[in-house]
């Protein structure tokens, strides 16, 4: 996969792996919107990367969902990859 040129959403991407992803996408030169529950962390990614564009979004709720879609929509028409990094971890037991 090309990592330059493109308009990458990451969902779950204000920490861990979606942070490495993003990170990854920028030094190659795309334009990265990251999207996450805790706004807090997502501006804490972009005071590392200004170049980073945020948006608090839980994707269990589809209200959320669909204003993130809207969002997306208007402000970036050319996006052509879509990273699905969100979830939750549970400690389970057997």
Do not use: Y
């Not at 190659?28 to 805790?38: D, K, L, Q, Y």
């Not at 990367?49 to 208007?74: K, N, Q, Y």
């Amino acid at each position: 996969m090309k990592l330059s040129g493109n308009a990458v959403l990451i969902t779950g991407g204000a920490t861990g792996i979606g942070l490495a992803m993003a990170e990854a996408f920028l030094k190659a030169g795309s334009e990265v919107v990251i999207c996450g529950r805790r706004k807090a962390r997502l501006e804490q990614a972009r005071k590392r990367h200004p170049e980073l564009h945020v948006r608090t979004c839980d994707v269990a709720s589809r209200s959320d969902c669909r204003a993130l879609a809207r969002w997306i929509g208007a402000r970036f028409k050319g996006l052509n990859v879509l990273v699905n990094n969100a979830g939750i971890q549970r400690d389970s037991r057997w």
